[in-house]
């Protein structure tokens, strides 16, 4: 059986991830454990690793940082072994080089890129869009990225968000939302992706990308 460690640093969506992640395990019949852990030997065996978050990139980041040995267990399964790993929300901005979120702070470097206030361009639009994004918004997806496997072209997920990933590569996009302009919605590279919206509150769709996840071989 395949292990996923989902990294416990304290993150607000810890809980909904858990319960998401273990009803797309059951889905493929078990064939996945889901382990909440911030036990670097874990997470440094695991075959799939996810990093939940909510919040300020700079506090996420330093919450991570304050887990001793868990970067570097993340760095040795990610990296090292090539396991699978999904970002979500703020999971997702801490794999860009840095955040400018109350300052600049170094992220994990894993996407080139940084994290930005979002500033959308409304123009003569009839309604003004607002920050933070919040709510459904539908997305223009890569289909042949394993993770949308499944999914409808314009398939809604759930976002709640003020900041965003600006890649440096437009390459590592595999998914964009519209609100007041594109804005990144999904990044991915080798055997890491990230999402900014909150699948494990985005229904069905949500439900098939994690499904989806668990069974990424990359």
Known sequence: MRTVALIDYGSGNLPSAEKALRRAADRL??????VATDDPETIAKADHVVLPGVGAFAACMGALQARPGVVEAMSEAVQGRGAAFLGICVGMQLMASRG???????GLDWIGGEVRMLTPDNGDAGHRAKVPHMGWNNLDIDQTLPLFKGLAPGCDMYFTHSFAL???????VTAWAHHGGRLVAAVARDNMAGVQFHPEKSQEAGARLLANFLEWRP
């Open 29 to 34: 019949g078990g064939a996945a454990r889901v």
């Open 100 to 106: 400018l979120e109350f300052g600049e702070t170094a």
């Open 166 to 172: 600006f890649p440096n590569s437009p390459g590592h």
